[in-house]
Nanobody, 125 residues
Framework: QLQLVESGGGLVQAGDSLRLSCAAS????????VAWFRRAPGKEREFVAG????????YFGDSVKGRFTISRVNAKNTVYLLMNSLKPEDTAIYYC??????????????????WGQGTQVTVSS
């Protein structure tokens, strides 16, 4: 089993930056496609960003394109989500998810087999 643990969430002001980390253990992490999702209160879980096994291909949801970047360091079994120019509407619980069979982004949460417990991001106006 692959275990995922998110960290780095917190309370920030609009316009600030924050970096989330997703640390993996239990399996060879470099084999997995990894994505970040988020769930805001009262809303459906939303795809945020995804990255392939090597880091050579990334994909972003429309609402974060140009503000967020995703990267990975397989030697550290970690994927990062750097969030710049944060807005109050970015407030949500952020989850990382993984699937060893994906090579490109899938935007539906049902396409991912492994999930972390989530980390809260709150952006004040």
């Amino acid at each position: 089993q692959l275990q995922l643990v998110e960290s780095g969430g917190g309370l920030v002001q609009a316009g600030d930056s924050l970096r989330l980390s997703c640390a993996a253990s239990g399996r060879t992490f470099s084999n997995y496609y990894v994505a970040w999702f988020r769930r805001a209160p009262g809303k459906e879980r939303e795809f945020v960003a995804g990255i392939n096994w090597s880091g050579s291909s990334t994909y972003f949801g429309d609402s974060v394109k140009g503000r967020f970047t995703i990267s990975r360091v397989n030697a550290k079994n970690t994927v990062y989500l750097l969030m710049n120019s944060l807005k109050p509407e970015d407030t949500a619980i952020y989850y990382c998810a993984a699937n060893p069979s994906l090579y490109t982004a899938r935007l539906q949460s049902r396409d991912y087999d492994y999930w972390g417990q989530g980390t809260q991001v709150t952006v004040s106006s």
